[in-house]
């Protein structure tokens, strides 16, 4: 399948009207869009990302006028969240109207709603004139893309446009929030930290810290983010081995010499840079990546936690 690759909204958007699927930036990481109506476009999501099937896709907004169209039950805490964070890099899960297909929330009754901070992503869906769901545009199980040119190596000739601009501005997705609940839930870390989140709903819980561990979001489960690399943590007493096939990033130059070194200037670069530096490290077939732990406030937590999903293999 020959696949576009075009800087113009309006003409990527002409593939989702058609029934076909379409990469687009966010602010946080790619996403692989279909029209939220469109079943047989969104089985195309699932298939060119190969993608498990009870992991479901977050609908995207191009204002908060088209949250009445996947929900009539907005909680309070949703509306506050909503209120306090839309647009930006955070997916508020409700309970869907009967009107969006299960297959695009994998069976479940709620579904997740993103309305992207980037103007671009947001001008693109409004072009496509309903919601547009869309997950991470990578393979399922690597690294979620940060740069068009990420994307087009994990899905040419899978989907049909690449919607190109510039690499994303956070490099981690989106902070998830389940609101269907008494106690709103955290499932997913992102740039909008806990303690943010606290300011306007203080009753929110860390969904990693409950006893029960149950999987509310089902993506959790699955294997993520992982280069085919090894992911080492690197702490004060961590061993270093064979630096020479390996690959540091972090924000203090080490002591040793590593094939591959990445220095951040700052938490928000390291996190920017993060899943770029992944795929680099693939495609120089570095054996193992010493990743700096950093202090686990602000968007250090979510960095923190993507570091642990790719070292837990
Ligand atoms: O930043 C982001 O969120 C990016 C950009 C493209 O918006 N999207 C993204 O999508 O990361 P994806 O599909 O790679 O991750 C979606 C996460 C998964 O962990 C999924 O299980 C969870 O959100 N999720 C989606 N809908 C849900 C629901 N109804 N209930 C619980 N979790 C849900
Ligand atoms: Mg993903």
Same mark, same amino acid.
């Given at each position: 399948?020959?696949?576009?690759?075009?800087?113009?909204?309006?003409?990527?958007?002409?593939?989702?009207?058609?029934?076909?699927?379409?990469?687009?930036?966010?602010?946080?990481?790619?996403?692989?869009?279909?029209?939220?109506?469109?079943?047989?476009?969104?089985?195309?999501?699932?298939?060119?990302?190969?993608?498990?099937?009870?992991?479901?896709?977050?609908?995207?907004?191009?204002?908060?006028?088209?949250?009445?169209?996947?929900?009539?039950?907005?909680?309070?805490?949703?509306?506050?969240?909503?209120?306090?964070?839309?647009?930006?890099?955070?997916?508020?899960?409700?309970?869907?109207?009967?009107?969006?297909?299960?297959?695009?929330?994998?069976?479940? *009754?709620?579904? $997740?709603?993103?309305?992207?901070? @980037?103007?671009?992503?947001?001008?693109? &869906? !409004?072009?496509?004139? /309903?919601? #547009?769901?869309?997950?991470?545009?990578?393979?399922?199980?690597?690294?979620?893309?940060?740069?068009?040119?990420?994307?087009?190596? *994990?899905?040419? $000739?899978?989907?049909?446009?690449? @919607?190109?601009?510039?690499?994303?501005? &956070? !490099?981690?997705?989106? /902070?998830? #929030?389940?609101?269907?609940?008494?106690?709103?839930?955290?499932?997913?870390?992102?740039?909008?930290?806990?303690?943010?989140?606290?300011?306007?709903?203080?009753?929110?819980?860390?969904?990693?810290?409950?006893?029960?561990?149950?999987?509310?979001?089902?993506?959790?489960?699955?294997?993520?983010?992982?280069?085919?690399?090894?992911?080492?943590?690197?702490?004060?007493?961590?061993?270093?081995?064979?630096?020479?096939?390996?690959?540091?990033?972090?924000?203090?130059?080490?002591?040793?010499?590593?094939?591959?070194?990445?220095?951040?200037?700052?938490?928000?670069?390291?996190?920017?840079?993060?899943?770029?530096?992944?795929?680099?490290?693939?495609?120089?077939?570095?054996?193992?990546?010493?990743?700096?732990?950093?202090?686990?406030?602000?968007?250090?937590?979510?960095?923190?936690?993507?570091?642990?999903?790719?070292?837990?293999?």
């Amino acid at each position: 399948m020959r696949m576009v690759i075009t800087e113009d909204p309006a003409e990527a958007a002409e593939f989702i009207k058609k029934g076909g699927i379409c990469a687009f930036p966010t602010e946080t990481v790619y996403g692989l869009g279909a029209g939220i109506f469109d079943e047989t476009a969104i089985a195309r999501i699932f298939a060119a990302k190969g993608r498990p099937a009870d992991n479901p896709l977050i609908a995207h907004v191009s204002s908060t006028d088209q949250i009445a169209q996947l929900s009539s039950e907005v909680t309070q805490s949703a509306r506050k969240l909503i209120d306090a964070f839309f647009p930006g890099p955070l997916t508020v899960v409700v309970v869907k109207a009967p009107c969006v297909p299960l297959l695009a929330t994998a069976g479940l *009754d709620t579904i $997740g709603i993103r309305m992207p901070a @980037l103007p671009l992503a947001r001008r693109f &869906i !409004g072009f496509c004139g /309903t919601p #547009v769901v869309a997950p991470s545009a990578n393979l399922s199980g690597r690294p979620s893309p940060t740069t068009w040119e990420a994307v087009r190596e *994990d899905l040419d $000739g899978r989907i049909d446009c690449i @919607l190109k601009s510039d690499a994303t501005e &956070i !490099g981690l997705e989106s /902070t998830v #929030v389940d609101c269907t609940g008494i106690s709103p839930l955290l499932l997913r870390k992102g740039s909008i930290s806990i303690e943010q989140l606290r300011k306007e709903v203080p009753e929110i819980e860390d969904h990693e810290l409950r006893e029960d561990g149950s999987a509310r979001s089902p993506g959790m489960k699955h294997r993520h983010y992982s280069p085919d690399a090894d992911v080492i943590i690197l702490e004060k007493d961590t061993e270093i081995v064979s630096p020479g096939i390996s690959a540091f990033i972090g924000l203090k130059r080490p002591e040793v010499t590593f094939a591959l070194e990445r220095i951040c200037r700052s938490v928000d670069e390291y996190a920017k840079s993060l899943f770029a530096f992944f795929r680099e490290c693939d495609a120089k077939q570095i054996k193992s990546i010493y990743c700096e732990a950093v202090e686990e406030s602000g968007i250090g937590a979510a960095l923190m936690d993507r570091l642990r999903r790719a070292s837990e293999h």
